[in-house]
């Protein structure tokens, strides 16, 4: 026996293939949202991974650097490292800021870090690492930005002297790198005109500028102006020990918040980007009803457009399924196309994206499997159709 | 008396119950012998398009008898259990338009009943492609419906009721689209056939070029059938 679905398709492919190649571009869209949300995810993990840190130090009740503002003294580091089992443990700040790259500004996540410890990054593309105290930077690709290249972080001018990727804030911003003295200043250092205005302000007043203690107005106006903060400290756990039970010690005797990696990527994942997670999942419902309505819509009309067909086709004996098995064979090769195409053209313009977008290929064959059951689903409505029509439509009459 | 091809007596068709019922036909009797090709006359609404779909297993007779070769298919119910495979392997149609399947080449549009009916596709493109020529169109064998002349597309039709050899054809106003010429040239085609397979063929139409044609003719009126002699003029 022939196939009556092949040999319909083969009769107008051009439409069929176009109509799969709009479905494609549909599917595609579809694909690449749940890339975005993997992307997200994967960052957030990524990120967790290539700061070679095992513990993040915080606040007290605060959720971490990259969820809620954390500040800690930067002396607190040398008391951690007293503690059994912390082998490494390093100041970290954190600030998502515009900076000025010639004439245009690009947003970043400023990462002020120590050379050598936990919270560089991993590895580089290309350059080097910070070697210099002052001035330098490790930026992200996703910056733009090239080696060599200057930006302008507050009143200082930077050069960037690595490349890194996949160091990207939760919400997408790139990361750079700069030493920690020089984010620490760029982050709580205020500008001349607040500097005096705070020392007249001082001066004024009678309790800080007593008469008879030498030095006293010195010294308060130096600690107003002098950074003293850090977001966090991240620290690397010696061998062989559990880093719970070392976030568990720092928690009980610094009274401070420890997150260990797992702890991190739970704030990450399940906290700080839900709300996008859940957005991109009633998106994702949403494409898919739609796209379950326009393969319905698609398969229903092109059954329509065959009612005498088929009225003719049951008048000589063809059998209820041979006909429902043709429209369910063309809504399927309907969706094995707009697969194909769907996941190609996502494939093409994932890194494209600002953000980074991940396609799984436990995506991709789960999507393949929804596809073919939005498919074989939407078929129904023009199968009934095409069962009722009945033989006599052909006579007339 | 040699037996009928087809043969209906009392062949009774009530659409409808009470006070609202109509009664399309209310006395049809027809014999027909094989090879033989009568016509079947009577103006709009006076039954035969009811009485085709009756004798094409599309309605159920509401009563009557319907025998096929001798073979009772209806009598107060139909007697086959399988009414699609009746209409497939017993009967062929021929429309007032060809209604060739547009995505089938001409052969598999002529090999398509075969193969439903069970028979393989090398088999079956081989009974198509005899019948095709048999109808002087096997030089289109691999075109595409579209690409034919509306009298090919009618030859093409014809070809595939024949397809499954059945007993009867039932030719719903095959000529009734085509010119004098052409529609004699279809008749003419019809009578070969109908020699060539013995196979009965009815004809309905209201055609005035044609109706001379024939040998026998019915006439329907009110739901019921008179028979006439033709002319049964040459081709």
């Excluded at chain 1, 593309?125 to 992200?140: F, W």
Aim: hydrophobic share 45%; glycine share 8%; aromatic share 6%.
């Amino acid at each position: 026996m022939i196939s009556l679905a092949g040999r319909d398709i083969l009769h107008a492919w051009g439409k069929y293939v176009f109509t799969g190649l709009g479905l494609g571009l549909l599917i595609g869209v579809t694909l690449s949202m749940a890339g975005i949300y993997r992307g997200m995810v994967d960052d957030a993990k990524v990120l967790l991974r290539n700061s070679g840190a095992d513990i993040w130090v915080v606040q007290k009740d605060t959720l971490g650097p990259y969820a809620e503002p954390s500040s800690l003294h930067d002396d607190i580091y040398r008391s951690l490292l007293g503690l059994p089992g912390v082998a490494r443990a390093a100041n970290a700040t954190y600030l998502t800021m515009q900076v000025r790259r010639s004439d245009e500004d690009v947003r970043v996540m400023v990462v002020g870090i120590t050379p050598g410890q936990p919270g560089e990054p991993g590895y580089l593309l290309a350059g080097r690492r910070l070697t210099r105290s002052h001035y330098e930077a490790i930026a992200d690709i996703k910056a733009g930005l090239a080696q060599g290249e200057k930006v302008r972080i507050r009143r200082n001018d930077y050069t960037v002297v690595g490349l890194t990727r996949r160091m990207v804030s939760s919400s997408g911003d790139p990361m750079l790198f700069i030493p920690l003295k020089d984010a620490q200043a760029a982050q709580f250092l205020k500008d001349n005109e607040a500097i005096r205005n705070d020392r007249a302000r001082t001066a004024a007043n009678p309790a800080l500028n007593r008469p008879g203690v030498p030095g006293l107005i010195e010294a308060i106006d130096a600690s107003k102006t002098e950074s003293r903060s850090v977001n966090a400290v991240l620290v690397q756990v010696a061998p062989g020990w559990p880093p719970a039970a070392v976030a568990e010690n720092i928690r009980r005797w610094k009274y401070l918040q420890a997150y260990t990696v797992a702890d991190m990527e739970d704030i990450l994942v399940s906290k700080l980007i839900s709300t996008s997670a859940r957005q991109i999942g009633m998106f994702l419902v949403i494409l898919a009803i739609v796209s379950a309505a326009i393969v319905s819509f698609i398969i229903y009309t092109m059954t329509l457009s065959k009612v005498r067909e088929i009225a003719v086709l049951k008048l000589i004996g063809t059998r209820n399924r041979t006909i429902a098995g043709m429209i369910l064979q063309q809504a399927l090769g309907l969706g094995l196309i707009a697969f194909v195409v769907g996941k190609t053209v996502a494939t093409l313009w994932a890194p494209h994206f600002p953000k980074y977008v991940l396609l799984e290929p436990g995506d991709a064959i789960r999507g393949f499997f929804a596809v073919m059951a939005i498919c074989a689903l939407a078929s129904t409505l023009a199968i009934r159709t095409a069962l009722k029509v009945d033989p006599a439509e052909a006579i007339g009459g | 008396m040699p037996q009928a091809a087809i043969e209906i007596s009392g062949l009774r068709k009530v659409y409808g119950q009470g006070d609202t019922a109509v009664e399309a036909l209310k006395e049809v009797n027809m014999r027909i012998q094989p090879g033989e090709v009568v016509g079947l006359i009577g103006p709009s609404g006076s039954g035969k398009s009811t009485l085709l779909k009756c004798l094409g297993a599309v309605t159920e007779p509401t009563a009557g008898e319907i025998r096929f070769n001798g073979e009772t298919v209806y009598a107060n119910g139909w007697r086959v259990g399988d009414i699609r495979a009746l209409r497939r392997d017993r009967i062929g149609f021929v429309f007032q338009a060809p209604y060739l399947i547009p995505f089938l080449d001409v052969t598999d549009n002529v090999a398509l009943l075969p193969m439903l009916a069970g028979r393989p596709n090398a088999e079956a493109r081989a009974r198509a492609l005899d019948l095709l020529t048999a109808l002087d169109v096997a030089h289109r064998a691999r075109a595409q419906v579209s690409q034919l002349s509306g009298g090919e597309q009618q030859r093409v039709a014809i070809a595939r009721a024949l397809a499954n050899q059945p007993p009867v054809i039932l030719a719903d106003e095959p000529t009734a689209p085509l010119d004098s010429e052409r529609a004699l040239t279809v008749v003419r085609i019809l009578n070969q056939m109908a020699q060539q397979y013995r196979t009965a063929i009815i004809v309905v139409t209201h055609d005035e070029k044609i109706i001379p044609t024939f040998r026998r003719i019915y006439h329907i009126r009110d739901g019921r059938t008179y028979e006439e002699a033709g002319e049964g003029r040459a081709f």
